[in-house]
């Protein structure tokens, strides 16, 4: 990353005249655009840059110098799982043979793009102890939506049409309960235990003839394994209701614990998240959903199926499926890169993920527990939330200890989440992080924690060394400035 | 252990247990009960080396066919220049996250400004947010968007000229959420003004959505059409071929309240059907009931300019199960993707993108329309690059297979005697001659 802020827009570099691509020459200008009718037609060309094309890739380039990412150092963002992304997934994705494909043509001429979502379904209902998987969802949010879809068309399907609340835990990743008002449920919250985990006298009289199923994810929020899982799913099952596991954590599990074992019904992955696929600033990712036996048919259209006969794929749908929530097979390009990373992995090594990543994670918080408050002691799994920093009197917030770590070049953990502390602090080294860099993150962590009693002022008004400073975030919201046309209206 | 993704030694493990007090991997997993453990490898493959994953994803392409591409359909396959891939390849954008920490993520931060810009501008729209995961996704928050904002109605009319893929996923979301999807009938390939007019007037509809060019690429006339559902309280909302606003009358003219739709057309590679963008945009008075991301301009503490995610309080992490969406990120690297698409092809190359492929759609036409089995299926409607046409031969799907033998996806068949075929600037004169060519050798064997 470069610390020198570069801070263009593509449109202050636009001249009249000047442009960046080639095209064929028109064989046929006989048939002349021109000669629609004008009244369908746009009055002026769209206010777009005119640049020539070096001009453009030095602006794009000089914008990625302003940016971290993994590549550039070490991301414990808890709860998104910044691990390493495999460059040969990158040149697997891009292989010439799949990247022209048309969604819609003749699947005869598909069939090895077909067979690579075909494995990726199987791969992944075998890593995950469930039936069937379909790769359709774009995101892990849309994954908590298509698969509380399947959950509702569970029970629409036996007519039993009054159960309308899920059960969501309070330690909640958000997008658990606004998936469920998204797919018209109403959200029953169940509180933790000071240990963290699931309070199952708080969820007993929760659960009745109403209960549509329950969201956990596990371990949750706070890093902790839900020790009673087996417990709650007897309960919520005699309830009449379907476990539901949100796999934003599923990296721990990783060859040691599988959802479908633990008596879940129903589950997202996210393929961005567990099997390295990049995060690509915030997508694209992909979110693929499970099922147990019994539930298959209720999964989006379309579906990939190998037909054992013909020794083929088959693109099919069903009539008691829960409709569609894309428009095709999903992100393919996200998958292709699944797939390459579990061909590259193999049985062997994907069972060391999850135990490497909980090592590191334990590391770190027993390294660092004496200057940052632990508010849950004993093993975490892939990641853990500090309190803030154990010495209250200074006055430095977890904000500012965020914003410290900028200057020493890590990006900071995931800050104020989960709710359940005020100065949450939720840090996922990943199984792919050296003991070195713990080691130098954990010293950087400690400086901090010094500087904090010491030179409090440095803290809170860092950072320092980027390319910008602390932004203003209100001034950000109360006067929206979300284009360029109204940047320059507001200049004058 | 020795794996190139796992740095630990022998050594590290031991000194990183000890630390802990532990004595082994398996006794950081000691608080799970012991049946809950799987005790056995996964079921799968064996490690594979590179060379070995690219000979066999290499064995797996044998298995597809790039075509030839006469097929649209919601997807198009138009010239993508080199240098966005170089760009994306890059890691600063590739392997960052979300840009919650603006200071370090001014890149991403940046161009979702731009992309907002030009999405604006193509839109003719004020306001757009940060991107969606595709097209049929966004027209189904737009719908949600708009039963949010009736509050009271929970009813949406779309038209039946909408591309199916996109009505099936609009009523997916409906079934679930809780809304009525209403279609208003097509006639003669356009929306039947008569329908909308009957059914938006009876009071109980929040928002009308329609599509430019519509699924048989026609360029329909939505004259009053807003005012029409201003007039009844319901949002007009359009969606639209990103490529095609490079030309055709934008939302922003037709007085739409939400402009949607998929940015694919702008240069993103077919990918068999993904990752592609969705688009949304919509007028400054409604920014606050948009989905998604946005990112607004600030400064920092030094004054100077800088971008920033904004208007959060509407996202579902903090407005949890009181949200009308779970969006909770962007589909960011394809926004980069059509961001430096449009600013390579500036002002002049969408009109030229839009130039060439109407030149070779209307040669198509013509030339098939001068054999005896083709007719256009709606002679006299106006469209760009894509269009239906009936074919009045017995076997479409014998044609159909001569095309692909000649490595030719010749449209999508909507029904046995129509095709909807559509022609990109990456066809060339020939590429067009040569299935007109087989359609003409065919005619005497299909009687």
Known sequence: MNNVYYGKLIFELSKEGRCGYSLPKNELGQYKLEDMPAHLMRDEAPALPQVDELTVVRHYTNMSNNNFGVDTGFYPLGSCTMKYNPKINEEMCNHHAFTGLHPLQDPSTVQGALEVYSNLQYSLAEISGLSEFTLNPFAGAHGELTGLMVMKSYHLSRGDEKRTKVIIPDSAHGTNPASAAVCGFNVVVVKSRPDGTVDVEDLRPLLDDTIAGMMMTNPNTLGIFEHNIAEIAQLVHEAGGLMYYDGANLNPMLGMCRPGDLGFDIMHINLHKTFSTPHGGGGPGSGPVGVREGLEQFLPNPRVVADEETMSFKVVSNDESLGSVSGFLGNFGVIMRAYAYILTLGKENLRMVGPLATLNANYIKECLKDCYELPIEGVCKHEFVFDGLKDKSTEVTTLDVAKRLLDYGYHAPTIYFPLLFHQALMIEPTENESKETLDGFIEVMRTIAREASETPELVKTAPHNTPVRRLDDTLAALHPVVTYTELVADNQ | ?447
């Open chain 2, 1 to 447: 252990m020795n794996y190139k993704y796992f740095p630990h030694t022998d050594e590290d493990i031991k000194s990183m247990l000890d630390k802990c007090g532990l004595k082994s991997l398996a006794d950081l997993y000691e608080d799970i009960p012991g049946e809950l453990v799987l005790h056995r490898d996964y079921e799968l493959p064996e490690e594979m080396s590179e060379v070995e994953v690219r000979k066999m994803f290499d064995e797996l392409g044998e298995y597809n066919q790039t075509l030839n591409c006469f097929i649209g359909a919601g997807v198009y396959n138009h010239y993508s220049p080199s240098v966005i891939n170089a760009i994306l390849s890059r890691s600063e954008f590739l392997t960052s996250y979300t840009p919650y920490q603006a200071e370090i993520s001014q890149g991403t931060l940046q161009y979702i400004f731009e992309y907002q810009s030009m999405m604006a501008a193509l839109t003719g729209m004020e306001v757009s947010n940060a991107s969606m995961y595709d097209g049929t996704t966004a027209t189904a928050e737009a719908m949600m968007m708009a039963v949010a904002n009736a509050k009271k109605r929970n009813k949406v009319l779309i038209s039946d000229t909408m591309n199916p893929i996109v009505t099936r996923v609009v009523e997916t979301y409906a079934k679930f959420h809780g809304i009525v999807v209403e279609h208003i009938a097509a006639v003669d390939g356009v929306t039947s003004r008569e329908d909308f007019e009957n059914k938006v007037s009876q009071g109980d509809v929040a928002g009308v959505i329609v599509a430019a060019p519509n699924f048989y690429g026609i360029v329909e006339d939505y004259t009053g059409w807003a005012d029409t559902c201003h007039d009844n309280k319901a949002l007009f909302i359009m969606n639209c071929n990103a490529s095609a606003l490079g030309v055709i009358k934008t939302p922003g003219e037709w007085g739409a309240d939400v402009a949607v739709g998929d940015g694919q057309s702008l240069g993103i590679p077919m990918n068999f059907g993904g990752p592609y963008v969705g688009y949304l945009c919509t007028s400054k008075k409604l920014i606050r009931k948009m989905p998604g991301r946005i990112v607004g301009a600030t400064k920092d503490m030094d004054g100077k300019r800088t971008f920033v995610l904004t208007l959060q309080a509407r996202e579902q992490h903090i407005r949890r199960e009181k949200a009308t969406s779970n969006i909770c990120s962007n589909q960011s690297l394809m926004a980069l993707y059509v961001t430096i698409y449009m600013a390579l092809m500036g002002k002049q190359g969408l009109k030229e993108v839009n130039a060439l492929s109407y030149s070779n759609a209307h040669y198509l036409a013509d030339e098939l329309c001068k054999l005896d089995d083709f007719e256009l299926a709606y002679p006299g409607k106006p469209f760009l690059h894509e269009f239906a046409v009936k074919y009045k031969g017995e076997n479409i799907n014998e044609l159909l297979d001569t095309m692909l033998d000649a490595g030719i996806q010749f449209g999508l068949k909507i029904d046995d005697h129509t095709l909807l075929l559509c022609a990109t600037e990456t066809l060339s004169k020939d590429d067009i001659d040569d299935a007109v060519c087989i359609c003409e050798g065919f005619q005497n064997i299909d009687k």
